[in-house]
């Protein structure tokens, strides 16, 4: 059973925490700078260490097992995602909320109602649409046709997004946020009805996979790991 | 599945009825510049339509319908009147698991004229009607322009009347906004709470106040809406009997003349929808000289309303008894999208497609 695990950062150590404590010791081989890892504790699993942002297409494809990842990256890569994982445990960590955000100038818009209002009355003044730096594409979109949000557009930003305002290359951004702190040094503030998701680290298991010999495996290690597979047909 | 050599000539049969109406072919480029489309539709057309770069034309889009690329070439090089008639592939984004394809053919007949609307509303219905007939599908009739004329006579404030027509097309936020305008709904707290805040300072002090300036929406922006914000905390309410016809308007769903009767009756409480449903009479009447069965027509007054936002006048569909698939023809007048792509020039039109695999997946099923 191959298990993905993001590669690096506080995001890996906490997963090996986690594991850890549940009886399976992960650890990276002994060359801290291949993307290698070893797991202790229990017979037939694999750990695959993985980019975050590659851990959801990983999944999708069947090529790993089980995979750790944001649910926020979950939704936004893949499409009709239940469909193809299945959450199995939220891991209490890597904590974030994907909100939307205008300069804190604004002292006419505080909610998404105001931003609709303001985004008509911007494109008729500027000539094009309101424009909403991001790189949540799938997820932003979703929940502002569902607010019934209109005359705005989104802008690709895949990182920095908090500056995007400043460089004049968006009128308000989406992104994650955990403290808030780098949007108020950026003269941003949150909708108070902005919060599109809200994410943390979470194990999955994907639908796709060949569970052939490796459903006995995560049998095995269910109890431990605290995993209820219930109404799960493709695991049981 | 049927086999797409009889979905090809279904296509052919149909475009060469079109023709023989009067329609001069017009063909269409696939690969269309994606501005435009954003433009008029919003970002909801990316959720739909495949993107794809091009190395020097920057974003382009598969073809998602016809509808802009006649339109523009109309609008560019068009004599008058004018009927157009066109085949080819169309391509939509399907982003749940479903049996609806993402590339499939549309045949298409469009009317551009300015001389009697509803009698190229009923032509176009009536040659569909025609074409359409041994399916025995359900017709489905309403008309936008109705609702947009009772909306624009309403007794309120022009900004009020221009938040409800934006959104005419998204019915929720639409019902939302009447509510609230009509004093139905409480005020937000979120929006007590702005006003009071508003009413602390001017909005150029409570701007200063919110902290350091960023971004292209500017100081006279903002001010301008706060202004527009305070006006409209004191505007009245939208009167009780207008708004609740206005209710009862968009709850009509009966056969035509029932329909009008209704409308008819509503004409007490909202005088300014006169022309409007004088116009649907008129409709109503050319359709029958074209021998379509108005007794039994249905009409609702919200059909076809959460489509992509450009129908502003007579709309129509014609579905199969099997609910899940997507109707086999739809179409409506869509006058004001001229005027947005004629660059100040504008013109009547009214047109619709139909899509030849339904046809001849019904054909075969029977």
């Not at chain 2, 005020?187 to 960023?214: C, Y």
């Not at chain 2, 209710?247 to 909202?270: E, K, W």
Request: contains cysteine.
């Amino acid at each position: 059973m191959k298990i993905g695990v993001p590669s690096k950062g506080r995001l890996m150590e906490q997963c090996f925490d986690w594991f850890g404590s549940r009886g399976l010791t992960m650890r990276k081989s002994a060359d801290g700078r291949e993307y290698a890892g070893h797991i202790d504790g229990a017979s037939g699993l694999e750990l695959v260490l993985l980019s975050a942002g590659e851990i959801p297409y990983e999944l999708a494809a069947g090529r790993i097992h089980l995979g750790v990842t944001g649910n926020d990256l979950v939704q936004e890569k893949l499409a009709d995602w239940a469909a193809q994982v299945a959450p199995l445990a939220d891991l209490g960590f890597g904590q974030a909320d994907l909100i939307i955000a205008v300069p804190q100038a604004w002292i006419d818009v505080d909610t998404l109602d105001d931003l609709d209002a303001a985004a008509a009355a911007f494109r008729l003044r500027h000539g094009f649409r309101l424009r909403i730096a991001t790189k949540y594409h799938r997820l932003v979109r979703d929940f502002l046709t569902r607010a019934g949000v209109a005359d705005y557009q989104l802008v690709d930003s895949q990182g920095a997004t908090e500056g995007t305002v400043k460089n004049l290359t968006a009128e308000a951004i989406a992104d994650i946020t955990s403290s808030g702190e780098t949007l108020r040094a950026n003269h941003l503030k949150i909708l108070a009805d902005g919060r599109i998701l809200q994410s943390q680290a979470t194990l999955f298991a994907a639908r796709s996979a060949d569970w052939t010999l490796a459903r006995a495996r995560l049998q095995q290690v269910a109890p431990a790991l605290g995993l209820s597979l219930d109404g799960l047909a493709f695991l049981s | 599945m049927t086999p797409k050599s009889a979905i090809r000539a279904e296509a052919e049969t149909l475009f060469a009825a079109f023709l023989a109406a009067g329609a001069v072919p017009v063909d269409a480029d696939i690969l269309l510049p994606a501005d435009t489309l954003l433009d008029l539709y919003g970002e909801d057309i990316r959720a739909r339509a495949y993107t794809t770069q091009d190395p020097l034309r920057g974003e382009m889009m598969l073809r998602p319908d016809f509808t802009v690329p006649v339109v523009q070439a109309h609008m560019t090089h068009g004599a008058e009147p004018a009927r157009y008639a066109y085949l080819g592939e169309v391509f939509r984004k399907q982003d749940r698991p479903t049996t609806r394809p993402s590339e499939y053919l549309q045949v298409g007949y469009e009317v551009f004229d300015r001389s009697a609307p509803e009698q190229a509303d009923a032509e176009v219905f009536a040659l569909f009607a025609r074409l359409l007939a041994p399916l025995n599908l359900q017709p489905g009739t309403g008309d936008i322009g109705i609702l947009m004329a009772a909306v624009r006579g309403l007794s309120t404030t022009e900004r009020r009347k221009a938040a409800l027509l934006r959104h005419v097309w998204r019915p929720k936020r639409f019902h939302a906004l009447l509510d609230r305008f009509a004093g139905r709904a409480p005020m937000p707290a979120a929006r007590k709470a702005l006003l009071e805040h508003l009413a602390k300072d001017t909005p150029q002090a409570l701007i200063a106040a919110a902290g350091q300036f960023v971004g292209l929406r500017d100081a006279d922006d903002i001010a301008f809406r706060a202004s527009a914000l305070i006006e409209d905390a004191a505007a009245p309410p939208i009167a009780a009997p207008e708004a609740d016809a206005l209710d009862q308007l968009l709850s009509i769903s009966a056969p035509a003349p029932q329909a009008m009767a209704r409308l008819a009756g509503l004409r007490n409480t909202l005088p300014w929808i006169t022309d409007a449903v004088a116009q649907l009479g008129l409709r109503l009447a050319a359709m029958k000289a074209q021998g379509i069965a108005i007794e039994t027509l249905p009409f609702a007054t919200t059909h076809m309303q959460s489509t992509l936002e450009y129908y502003d006048g007579f709309v129509f569909s014609f579905h199969a008894a099997d609910p899940s698939l997507a109707p086999v023809a739809s179409g409506g007048r869509y006058d004001a999208l001229t005027a947005v792509l004629g660059q100040g020039r504008s013109i009547p039109a009214v047109g619709g497609v139909i899509r030849p695999g339904l046809v001849a997946r019904l054909k075969g099923n029977t």
